[in-house]
């Protein structure tokens, strides 16, 4: 299972972004699919997830600013990001659960991150 994120890079205050991540390999179901991100100095937090159902979850930071979406086919998952502030300056990870066959246990995959500058 391979994750190729992109579309970052160096935005004003109140700019916007949309990041990308495509999902390959050996996949049988995806269970879900999110965004988390890592600011200098910080733990890793989590950004937005969206269900295979398409239920989706924001951190309180990003509501109404940011909005998760997904293709099946490719299995690609985006974040759309406006109003950009500052503080959301950070490496943005990809990650996503899935099962590789039918009956197997949903596992974890991270992509190899995108960093995001918000800066004037």
């Known amino acids: 299972v391979q994750l190729q994120a992109s579309g970052g890079g160096l935005v004003q205050p109140g700019g916007s972004l949309r990041l990308s991540c495509a999902v390959s390999?050996?996949?049988?179901?995806?269970?879900?699919m999110g965004w988390y991100r890592q600011a200098p100095g910080k733990e890793r937090e989590l950004v937005a997830t969206?269900?295979?159902?398409?239920?989706?979850n924001y951190a309180d930071s990003v509501k109404g600013r940011f909005t998760i979406s997904r293709d099946n086919a490719p299995n690609t998952a985006y974040l759309q990001m406006n109003s950009l502030k500052p503080e959301d300056t950070a490496v943005y990870f990809c990650n996503v659960v899935l099962t590789i066959r039918s009956g197997a246990s949903g596992a974890s995959y991270w992509g190899q991150g995108t960093l995001v500058t918000v800066s004037s």
């Open positions: 390999g050996s996949i049988f179901s995806i269970n879900r």
């Open positions: 969206i269900t295979g159902g398409g239920r989706i």
